[in-house]
């Protein structure tokens, strides 16, 4: 009799510039939102783990929050994560988008994945885009990747060869996770993205990374209607202002964006109460930003 095919299964780190396309791919490979997503770069702070269960292969796909520099704790807590996703997977996905597409970056990551040993799979990102089109790849002269694919997370062009080099790529191993559970990450927690991502898209400028979204009350108790209490956290009285607005129309429009996705996230009706709470220091005391699941 044929042998069965090995099942497979390790982690995939999602590497790249911010604004790359790493939390779209992940959400596509996941069959579903998980990820939040906004147009501004470095909407990701920290590490999220999506897990795709397939007969043949279990993916445990890290999300990373890209490539950046800075000596501020958030900042050094998010170059950690990228560092540590690369450390530790078993397959990387360096993700290029069609602009500025592959620069030096790129290169010097490539090369120090290869010193680790570490398959790397070039992915150039949004290749629905008209510009995708312009630009050759593989870049001419670059080597030490085990292949160089296309992909969009929005039209889903590219996504299976993607995934069938992945799983090719990964060792041999038992499935690391039940196979209806798609991340590890604690409902609080991606209750928080959610509003996150509403602050974001709510809120122009450079406010929104000022911020950050603390649930100190999950309730469950009744089946029907779950009642969940957030602070936004704002350094000083003049961010707050902002983000409650003329007569509450700010934070009023934010807890609508953010109810609908948990609501979505949840399965079930939500009632959302958010207050602004100003936290001078949230963005320089690394154990506030564990706390808060960033680091």
């Not at 990820?35 to 279990?58: E, H």
Request: aromatic content about 4%; charged content about 25%.
């Amino acid at each position: 009799m044929p042998k069965e095919p090995a099942h497979r299964a390790g982690v995939v780190a999602l590497l790249g510039r911010p604004n790359a396309g790493k939390s779209s791919l992940l959400n596509r490979l996941l069959g579903e939102k998980l990820a939040i997503v906004t147009a501004k770069p470095q909407t990701t702070r920290g590490r999220l783990l999506g897990i795709v269960t397939r007969p043949d292969a279990q993916l445990l796909l890290v999300d990373t929050p890209g490539f950046l520099a800075g000596s501020r704790p958030l900042e050094m807590a998010m170059q950690a994560a990228s560092e540590e996703a690369a450390a530790d997977c078993d397959v990387a996905l360096l993700l290029v988008a069609p602009m500025p597409g592959f620069e030096p970056i790129h290169a010097e990551w490539l090369a120090r994945l290869a010193e680790r040993r570490k398959p790397v799979l070039l992915v150039a990102t949004q290749c629905d885009r008209p510009e995708a089109g312009r630009s050759v790849w593989p870049p001419p002269g670059v080597h030490g990747h085990a292949g160089a694919l296309r992909v969009s997370a929005r039209t889903g062009e590219g996504i299976e060869a993607l995934v069938a080099r992945i799983v090719s790529l990964l060792p041999e191993a038992p499935a690391f996770y039940p196979a209806d559970e798609i991340t590890d990450r604690p409902l609080r927690f991606l209750v928080a993205e959610a509003v996150r991502e509403a602050v974001f898209e709510s809120l122009a400028q450079e406010l929104p990374y000022r911020m950050a979204v603390d649930v100190v009350d999950f309730d469950e108790s009744d089946p029907a209607l779950t009642r969940i209490r957030a602070n936004l956290l704002v350094e000083r009285d003049s961010q707050k202002r902002i983000v409650i607005g003329r007569g509450g129309e700010q934070i009023k429009a934010i807890g609508i964006h953010a109810r609908r996705e948990i609501e979505r996230l949840l399965g079930r009706q939500v009632h959302l109460a958010l207050w602004v709470k100003i936290d001078p220091d949230w963005l320089r005391k690394p154990k506030r930003l564990k706390s808060l699941g960033y680091c």
